[in-house]
């Protein structure tokens, strides 16, 4: 089986630059599913198409196999000007035409047929619905979500990050919108990562009808032999390092710093808690830091500053996403604040036994059974932020212990990524 991968905007070989502009954990999905696939059936290849960008570092050759297997290719080819960033809100359209024509030639040059098309992302969407209606075979189509243009307006305008009007010109809403429905109508398989998004679709989405059977939940993994618990000591040499004491209780936001991300948020609990949290010696680290600052990494500072949060919030620079164990080790708890589609991030804290809050309105419900592995608020409410963190702090370390055992079990019997490819592997074949 061929099968063709794509999604303009994203670079599975940024691994090291995660949290830089669009590389987040959809980069981590097209760079370690691929894989998975090829792990658990030998005989699939795959072709992940991405733009070309004449200033990427890792562009040095076209064609390469990604991360040296025979069976993942990884193939640059042009989808607007290729010697400037291009942000992926403006690529649908002639940037994306220009990208399938390029993957088309590419194709016949090379003799190929594809059994399957799999787009990830609006934007790679956009060129899979289009390649398949150009070739006479119509190939087998699916959509991979990662995000949706309706929700990611709604949650925005819910934070009051901006004016409608500002919000459709800043993220190209109503065209992405209009692209989603025209592929959904296309698509043989629908994907999404939740049951939170599946309900998106069936709710906001006309091209999808309320019992859709194209519509399957397909959570993303991780793979335990990439994430392994850091050595002994690794914890205590971060913790000095970030200058905390070992009487302190260390609780880290390891998402880049975003608005979508919900720093604001728990840094308006640490406020609300005060004076509750004194008795705990709470430190906060923001982990990710940007350099240079970014507007909203500018507001969170005045906020810090505005109620003396200076010794009680650290921030950091991004790190490479083979250290981010030994910060899930020095961390005593993880806070996800932000409505996620399906998080990575909370898949990598509790493999490594991190007790985590997170919010119930995304894929996290699917996943932690709230005070068992973690504990499940309304990201949005601070009250709860404020609760749930008082109660991870109030538990004793055994029942933390317990709480992270439970959290990593739960990832190994459901969540790494050759049992989500043993599942897409099963869908792929349907109909081909």
């Known amino acids: 089986m061929r099968v063709l991968w794509t999604s303009p905007h994203c670079r599975p070989d940024w691994l090291e630059r ?15 599913l ?41 193939i640059r ?15 649908y359209g002639g940037p994306i035409s220009q990208f ?31 390649t398949k209606a150009c070739w006479p075979h119509h190939p087998r189509t699916l959509l991979t979500t990662h995000s949706l243009g309706r929700r990611k307006r709604e949650d925005a305008l819910q934070r009051g990050e901006a004016s409608p009007s500002q919000l459709d010109e800043r993220y190209n809403f109503p065209v992405r919108i209009a692209s989603e429905e025209r592929s959904l109508v296309m698509a043989d398989g629908i994907l999404p990562l939740s049951t939170a998004e599946a309900e998106v679709l069936f709710d906001h989405y006309q091209a999808v009808g309320p019992v859709d059977p194209r519509v399957k939940v397909l959570p993303n993994g991780i793979d335990p032999v990439d994430f392994p618990p850091p ?30 991300k919900g720093q604001e948020n728990m840094l308006r609990a640490l406020i609300a808690a005060d004076p509750r949290l004194d008795e705990h010696n709470v430190r906060l680290l923001l982990l990710a830091w940007p350099s240079p600052e970014t507007e909203y990494a500018r507001r969170l500072r005045h906020i ?28 005593d708890g993880v806070v996800l604040p932000s409505q996620e589609y399906f998080s990575i991030v909370m898949l990598e ?34 009250d709860q932020l404020v609760h749930a963190t008082l109660q991870m702090l109030s538990i004793d370390e055994e029942a933390r212990q317990r709480m992270g055992l439970h959290a990593r079990q739960t990832i190994l019997e459901s969540y790494t990524w050759d049992r989500i490819a043993h599942r897409l592997l099963h869908i792929y074949r349907e109909g081909v």
């Not at 995660?18 to 370690?32: A, D, F, I, R």
């Not at 080819?77 to 690529?91: A, I, M, N, T």
């Not at 390092?241 to 975003?258: A, K, T």
Request: glycine share 6%; hydrophobic share 35%.
């Open 231 to 260: 050595p002994a000591g690794t914890a205590q040499r971060v913790r000095q390092n970030l200058g905390v004491q070992d009487n302190e209780f260390l609780l880290m936001i390891p998402s880049r710093v975003d608005p979508r």
């Open 100 to 130: 399938v024509r390029e993957i088309k030639s590419f194709s016949e040059q090379e003799g190929l047929r594809y059994d399957v098309l799999h787009g990830h992302y609006a934007d790679g969407w956009e060129v899979t619905t289009t």
């Open 304 to 331: 810090i500053a505005e109620h003396d949060l200076e010794d009680q919030v650290i921030t950091h620079p991004p790190v490479a996403h083979d250290e981010m164990p030994q910060f899930f080790a020095a961390a």
């Open 349 to 382: 804290a509790m493999l490594l036994e991190c007790p985590l809050i997170a919010s119930i309105h995304g894929g996290s419900r699917d996943v932690i059974e709230d005070r068992a592995n973690g504990y499940l608020v309304d990201h949005n409410d601070i």
């Open 18 to 32: 995660l949290g830089e502009e669009s590389q987040g954990g959809q980069t981590v999905v097209m760079n370690k």
């Open 77 to 91: 080819l042009p989808c607007g000007s290729p010697d400037r960033y291009l942000p992926k809100e403006v690529l």
């Open 34 to 74: 691929p894989h998975a696939l090829a792990r658990v059936d030998p005989e699939i290849r795959i072709d992940i198409f991405t733009r070309l960008q004449t200033d990427d570092p890792y562009a040095d050759s076209r064609v390469k196999f990604l991360d040296d297997d025979p069976r993942v290719r990884l």
